[in-house]
């Protein structure tokens, strides 16, 4: 594993640029299909709160240790679970290359989640730094671990949709 | 005026809705629930393995510390200096020789005795404080300590039943079940709700509500009214546990059961079923205990998700949820995985537990146009309160309220308990 800054080429730049556009974008517009489709095969997804991670606790809010998890969540969230009635704006910095280990790149970009309520009421709902090893696959790159790690650990009202 | 004559029954199936909302209601109980004669929640002894370790929490509105001393000893100190009644502590969790003030640098120990103080003395003989000044009487306050199996209680009542009596037989028999051997804490979990306290202590009780607004519980076959369960109160039914048996009802009595109410029943599988697959651990077989002690601590056990969970007021329209999820420390490595992914199942973003968040925020919303209005509690019967050995019941609501009345001093004449 290669630490520091590795330098890239702007395409490599603008692909990255648009696998984190795409991923706010899809979830933001309720579409889990194409969003799941941004994860390899092999995946986990995790969002931890920054009290657990700082203090070495393994538990997340969300723990999907596998694709199938992932998958199961999603599936709860359309057809079992009743939350706020809300629609999500994912506002996500600049990815920033990290580190290459092995076939993965290492990346991170801080990212904020407004969410407003059916009566245009608008808060901040949650803030936090994504950390993601992300592939090169055939038909583009694929998040294999997405970490979120969350800031805004005491979580308003519930967490429902993804961040 | 807060007054016995604002409950329309004497058994507690009608609440009015002004509990929930008067800043009075929420005074008096700060004064008489908070720091009046109740065992408050404070911690696992296991949070704080070491001479020096600390973690900071609160009793009701109350900031606390509680720490280990040199000894061994753990003492639970009010978080506020004699001199300016800042906070002492600000962090969450560390460990220390004593706790200063940054205000004023005003030093106190582990068991809350002052230290020292600066300047005392005052510079060249001008200034500081009077010889007189009794540094014994300025210490932090400490509250009574008890424990049951490392499950840390404290109350700021010098007029308490022992915790043991308070907790009563049935619940005192659940916590040593759930603290049969040490814990280790695989994480913590917060959750701010736009709702009164009282609404999050209600939930925790009502049976009712289970399967009905957590829609997981039945689709994925984790948890169904229709299986052997019920709820058991301790004798003054302040406190409640709300139980069911794995396994212990057919897919066919499900079936008939909730098609009637018109609720989804079609046990559709998970990718992955071990998010809801029950590992007995123990001789009994119940998949679900959840325990309330009054006022605010509720220990659950959801398949094998273990947590306890601090009910923390926040002034009278919020509520914070402070939950520590459990494991075992003899816990094998793929039971510890098993229960990181089944704690998938409760807190803030549960698929077993987010609805309750999104329920009582409704329920405070709306009732606070009216504050003559009331719920009504009425499921199993209203009347006497008594265990029932069914799930579709809502009496230990009934019995919160009553203890919730005769600490508040507005118990009417006549009322049941």
Redesign the interface.
């Known amino acids: 594993m290669t630490e520091g800054a590795p330098r890239s080429s702007a395409s490599d730049r603008f692909a990255l640029y648009d696998l984190f556009v795409a991923y706010g974008a899809l979830i933001d517009a309720a579409e889990f299909d194409a969003w799941l489709a941004l994860f390899a095969v092999t995946c986990t997804y995790h969002i931890v709160p920054r009290e657990n991670y700082e203090r070495g606790l393994p538990a997340g809010l969300v723990y999907c240790d596998s694709r199938a998890v992932l998958e199961d969540r999603i599936r709860a969230l359309r057809e079992a679970n009743k939350y706020n009635i809300h629609t999500d704006r994912h506002l996500i910095g600049l990815p920033r290359l990290i580190g290459e280990g092995g076939d993965a790149k290492l990346v991170e970009a801080p990212f904020a989640v407004y969410q407003t309520d059916q009566e245009g009421q608008t808060r901040l709902f949650a803030t936090g730094l994504y950390r993601d090893r992300i592939l090169v696959e055939a038909d583009g790159l694929k998040f294999r671990d997405k970490f979120v790690l969350l800031d805004t650990f005491a979580v308003p009202s519930l967490l429902a949709t993804p961040l | 005026m807060l007054n016995a004559a604002i409950w329309p029954t004497l058994d507690y199936s009608r609440v009015p809705y002004r509990l929930y909302h008067d800043p009075e209601a929420y005074q008096r109980e700060q004064e008489r629930i908070f720091r009046g004669p109740t065992w408050n929640f404070l911690g696992l002894e296991a949070e704080i393995p070491n001479p020096g370790d600390f973690r900071t929490t609160y009793v009701g509105d109350t900031p606390v510390i509680v720490n280990r001393d040199p000894d061994g000893t753990i003492h639970a100190l009010v978080n506020r200096c004699a001199h300016r009644g800042a906070m002492v502590r600000r962090e969450?969790?560390g460990n220390a020789r004593e706790h200063t003030c940054i205000y004023h640098q005003w030093c106190y120990g582990l068991d809350g005795r002052l230290n020292s103080i600066p300047f005392r003395r005052g510079i060249r003989g001008k200034g500081g404080l009077d010889p007189s000044f009794d540094m014994a009487a300025h210490g932090l306050r400490n509250l009574r300590v008890a424990s049951v199996n490392g499950a840390l209680f404290g109350t700021l009542a010098d007029d308490v039943e022992p915790l043991e009596d308070y907790l009563d037989a049935p619940v005192l028999a659940q916590l040593r079940r759930l603290f049969d051997r040490p814990v280790t804490?695989?994480?913590?979990?917060?959750?701010?709700?736009?709702a009164n306290w009282k609404l999050y202590a209600e939930n925790t009780r009502d049976n009712y509500h289970a399967s009905l607004?957590h829609?997981?519980l039945v689709?994925?076959g984790l948890d169904r009214s229709t299986q052997v369960g019920g709820v058991k109160m301790d004798a003054r039914h302040r406190h409640n546990i709300t139980w069911a048996e794995a396994e212990s009802d057919t897919a066919e009595l499900a079936q008939e059961a909730y098609g009637a109410a018109r609720v989804r029943s079609n046990y559709?599988s998970?990718?992955?079923p071990e998010?809801v697959r029950f590992r007995r651990e123990r001789a009994d077989p119940l998949n679900i205990a959840i325990t309330s002690v009054f006022p605010s601590a509720v220990f659950v056990q959801i398949s094998n998700s273990l947590a306890v969970r601090q009910i923390r007021s926040r002034g009278v329209d919020e509520v914070?949820i402070f939950q520590t999820?459990l494991g075992y420390a003899d816990d094998p490595p793929d039971l510890?995985?098993h229960r990181?992914?089944q704690?998938?199942l409760v807190?803030?973003?549960g698929?077993v537990s987010?609805?309750?968040?999104?329920a009582i925020?409704i329920a405070h919303r709306a009732s606070k146009a009216d504050r003559h209005s009331t719920t009504v509690i009425e499921l199993g019967g209203a009347g006497v309160i008594s265990d029932r050995d069914y799930r579709v019941t809502d009496v230990p609501l009934r019995g919160f309220w009553s203890y919730y009345a005769e600490l508040l001093g507005i118990e009417p004449a006549g009322a049941v308990r």
């Open positions: 969450m969790s804490i695989l994480g913590y979990n917060r959750q701010r709700i736009r607004l829609e997981f689709t994925f559709l998970l990718k992955e998010l914070e999820m510890t995985l990181l992914r704690a998938n807190g803030p973003a698929l987010m609805e309750d968040g999104e925020e």
